[in-house]
């Protein structure tokens, strides 16, 4: 029976191995940790639910519903508090809340005159034609101003990829909105007259995008999916070199070796890079990096090995997530809405922080509220590696200013992403080229997951989707 090999059991992988696994296909997961989920991690402990990743699922496309019917959990579903719609963006030291129409931005206080003028200019704007990649800053500079750029799109920035916007590509970290002035010529018209089309696809925009989780947290997902795969997921199991062979691929790692036909890799570039692939005899691999012998001059000879350490340069910032929880009445602030996100021109070192509890019910026993904050990333890379202690100190001074958060929290949890969130950054595309030549020339490889494909959890389910339908189709052909 032809098989499947899983590297990972993210839910990029997880999501492949159960569509794979309902067409009929073997497949076995290999996790090298002890857990499944990857950046999802959900914890309950005394009346707290805390959330370490991702605190939501953006629905952008009809195959998360679909994942999520599949999997049996339409009941375990929930959908954010509809008072929790308001999201907050600081400005002049405290939150305000972002403008949901026209007539809402051209009414607001978070922006002066000259960037809502900016906004009207923007249809007017002329499109970029000489093919020269921009960073996100640089194209929110050319289309509209420097104070959208400064108090808007880098707390945007900072929220979705804890990144740089002088450093990330607009056309790789956000291709929508490069698509947008591409077709029709600016950002406005591209919204109006886009929206037809956008609803023939079944997509949805990320921020109109319904929001949801479930009633123990996100870890629902990928545990459930785990659950359903049962014995062929193999937790502490390492894999450390693929050998290209006549029928297929072998695996090989901490607990020997096993032959497939096929592979899908879900893990990060930085381990990606770090995986010996090899190919067999006639391999149609591309030629790997020289290995020299010892000796005097140094003898340089071809190997079979591949050198993919080119995937090792991919920026992972680090990022720390600090969950504290407080009694209702030690808050000022009425906290209902998403959160906020703070740009760096307003001096505070959290990156922004999640309203849990006023999203979703049960994350916080009566009478109490749960904050999820995040440190770190490009902005402030160096203090997501604080120790837990000046991590909850910093993230309550922030707090205690933009919130009115009076005393000690109640609760508190951090955890600590050495590597985060893979940057899209100019010049992303090369690498996205080289994934391309991978399975070209390598058939039976595949690669998806948040390095390729998107860095929202939703991204990440299409990508596991998407990659278990190409992984079938390459099985029937053969």
């Known amino acids: 029976m032809k098989s499947v090999a899983i590297i990972g059991a993210g839910i990029a992988g997880l999501t492949a191995a159960f569509y794979l696994k309902r067409k009929g296909i073997p497949v076995t997961v290999y996790e090298a940790s002890s857990r499944v989920g990857g950046v999802i991690q959900s914890l309950r402990q005394d009346g707290w639910l805390a959330e370490f990743g991702p605190n939501t699922i953006l629905e952008t496309s009809p195959k998360i519903a679909q994942l999520v019917r599949d999997a049996g959990l339409q009941s375990r579903r929930l959908d954010p508090d509809p008072k929790a719609e308001a999201r907050y963006v600081v400005r002049y030291r405290r939150p305000i809340e972002m403008p949901g129409s026209?007539?809402?931005f051209f009414t607001t206080g978070?922006?002066?005159?000259?960037?809502?003028?900016?906004?009207?200019?923007?249809?007017f704007v002329p499109r970029r034609r000489d093919g020269k990649e921009e960073s996100?800053?640089?194209?929110?500079?050319?289309r509209l101003n420097q104070e959208f750029l400064d108090h808007a799109i880098d707390a945007l920035v900072a929220g979705v990829y804890a990144g740089d916007p002088y450093k990330l590509s607009v056309r790789?970290?956000?291709?929508k909105l490069a698509q947008l002035e591409a077709r029709y010529g600016s950002l406005i018209k591209g919204q109006v007259f886009g929206a037809g089309e956008r609803k023939r696809s079944g997509e949805v925009a990320k921020d109109r995008a319904p929001k949801f989780s479930f009633d123990e947290g996100l870890q629902v997902l990928p545990d459930t999916l785990a659950a359903q795969l049962g014995d062929a997921v193999r937790l502490s199991t390492a894999v450390s070199k693929l050998t290209q062979t006549t029928d297929g691929w072998r695996v090989s790692g901490s607990s020997g070796e096993a032959e497939h036909r096929a592979v899908?890799?879900?893990?990060?570039?930085?381990?990606?890079?770090?995986l010996k692939i090899e190919g067999g005899a006639g391999s149609p691999l591309p030629a790997g990096r020289p290995e020299t012998s010892g000796g005097a001059h140094g003898v340089t000879r071809p190997t079979n090995e591949k050198d993919f350490t080119a995937f090792a340069e991919i920026r992972y910032p680090p990022v720390a997530s600090v969950v504290l929880g407080f009694r209702r009445d030690r808050v000022t602030h009425p906290c209902e809405g998403f959160g906020m996100l703070i740009p760096k021109i307003e001096g505070f070192k959290i990156l922004g922080t999640i309203f849990s509890s006023s999203l979703f019910p049960n994350r916080a026993p009566a009478g109490h509220l749960t904050l999820t904050?995040?440190?770190?990333?490009?902005?402030?890379?160096d203090l997501a590696l604080l120790p837990p202690a000046e991590l909850v100190e910093?993230?309550?001074?922030?707090?205690?200013?933009?919130?009115?958060?009076q005393g000690a929290p109640a609760f508190q949890h951090c955890v600590l992403y050495p590597r985060a969130i893979p940057q899209y950054n100019v010049g992303y595309g090369r690498y996205r080229e080289l994934m391309n030549d991978i399975e070209n020339q390598a058939p039976?490889?595949?690669l998806a997951g948040h390095y390729r494909d998107g860095v929202s959890l939703g991204d990440t389910i299409v990508s596991g989707c998407n990659v278990a339908e190409r992984a079938g189709k390459f099985l029937i052909a053969r």
Do not use: M
Request: hydrophobic share 50%; glycine share 10%.
């Open 373 to 381: 904050s995040y440190l770190g990333g490009e902005r402030y890379p």
């Open 394 to 405: 910093l993230t309550c001074a922030d707090l205690r200013v933009l919130l009115g958060v």
């Open 136 to 142: 996100i800053a640089e194209f929110v500079q050319r």
């Open 102 to 104: 026209p007539l809402g």
């Open 264 to 274: 899908i890799f879900c893990g990060t570039a930085p381990k990606l890079a770090e």
């Open 444 to 446: 039976g490889l595949f």
């Open 172 to 175: 790789q970290a956000f291709p």
């Open 110 to 123: 978070l922006f002066t005159w000259k960037a809502k003028l900016a906004v009207l200019r923007e249809p």
